[in-house]
């Protein structure tokens, strides 16, 4: 079994920053890329950030120049450091990790249980 634990959200006002963490445990052999989502009210789940094993980053262009995503593969874990935030930004942002459990099982997407986000004007 693979957990995903989520930290760092909270309430900011607008022009602040916040750092999100999320870091996988248990039975882990590799891990291709961690993303982070959000989704606002009545919307859909969207990619906001993903880095891959190789490090290729993209951002959605919502974020860009604003957010920057980064791992720590000896802890298993993803970082989005968020600034110059804005109440657009006001969201559940969720981590995704995109991984093996063991050489020969398939590669699967594990999610985090999601974190707050509320940015006020």
Known sequence: QVQLVE????LVQAGG????SCAASG???????MSWYHQAPGEARELVAVITSSGTI???????GRFTISRDNSKNTVYLQMNSLKPED?????????????????????????TQVTVSS
Not at 17 to 20: D, K, N
Not at 58 to 64: F, Q
């Open 90 to 114: 006001t969201a559940v942002y969720y981590c995704k990790m995109t991984l093996r459990t063991g050489a020969v099982y398939p590669i699967s997407d594990y999610w985090g249980q999601g």
């Open 58 to 64: 993209n951002y959605a262009e919502s974020v860009k």
């Open 17 to 20: 920053s916040l750092r999100l």
């Open 7 to 10: 930290s760092g959200g909270g």
């Open 27 to 33: 039975s882990i052999f590799n891990i291709y890329a």
